[in-house]
């Protein structure tokens, strides 16, 4: 359980860091854009790249804590044994999920971005740096449930 409060701790002041520095971006290219009559180049492109940040590691984050969205019609209706093996075979789900589409196919984009050496129009960045983060989440996911399914905190 330590581990995954430090991955908490780590993942949450990650957040935080990027949405200030989204917060930073934005005000910046208003700024720049009334200001100043000429709008900065980079803001556009950097307030989606970290808003893709934001939204792929907050989905980490958040399932992690496990506040995430969920239909409880079928859980309600289960016993406690029930509703237990239910959520364990969610995990289950949500993990092969993950692995397949998040991991498997988050490592191939960024493999084929980097082969293609493709990088961001105005930052100039290589795009695999942009897309990596959807293979980090989906490990992180991954994790998370993983260490939900071993504890038992289901």
Same mark, same amino acid.
């Given at each position: 359980?330590?581990?995954?409060?430090?991955?908490?701790?780590?993942?949450?002041?990650?957040?935080?860091?990027?949405?200030?520095?989204?917060?930073?971006?934005?005000?910046?290219?208003?700024?720049?854009?009334?200001?100043?009559?000429?709008?900065?180049?980079?803001?556009?492109?950097?307030?989606?790249?970290?808003? #893709?940040? *934001?939204?792929? $590691?907050? &989905?980490?984050? !958040?399932? %992690?804590? @496990? +506040?995430?969205?969920?239909?409880?019609? /079928?859980?309600?209706?289960?016993?406690?044994?029930?509703?237990?093996?239910?959520?364990?075979?969610?995990?289950?789900? #949500?993990? *092969?999920?993950? $692995?397949? &589409?998040?991991? !498997?196919? %988050?490592? @191939? +984009?960024?493999?084929?971005?980097?082969? /293609?050496?493709?990088?961001?129009?105005?930052?100039?960045?290589?795009?695999?740096?942009?897309?990596?983060?959807?293979? #980090?989440?989906?490990?992180?996911?991954?994790?998370?449930?993983?260490?939900?399914?071993?504890?038992?905190?289901?």
């Amino acid at each position: 359980m330590k581990l995954r409060k430090k991955v908490d701790k780590v993942l949450g002041t990650a957040l935080a860091i990027i949405m200030g520095v989204m917060v930073i971006n934005v005000l910046w290219q208003v700024f720049t854009r009334f200001a100043m009559d000429t709008p900065s180049s980079f803001t556009d492109e950097l307030a989606r790249y970290l808003m #893709i940040w *934001v939204g792929v $590691l907050g &989905a980490a984050y !958040i399932s %992690g804590k @496990r +506040l995430h969205v969920a239909i409880d019609l /079928l859980p309600s209706r289960l016993n406690k044994k029930g509703q237990t093996k239910l959520k364990v075979v969610i995990n289950w789900i #949500i993990i *092969v999920f993950c $692995l397949a &589409a998040l991991v !498997i196919g %988050g490592l @191939r +984009l960024v493999y084929i971005t980097f082969t /293609l050496k493709q990088s961001s129009p105005a930052l100039q960045i290589p795009l695999a740096v942009v897309y990596a983060i959807i293979p #980090i989440s989906g490990i992180l996911i991954i994790y998370y449930k993983l260490s939900d399914i071993i504890n038992k905190q289901l």
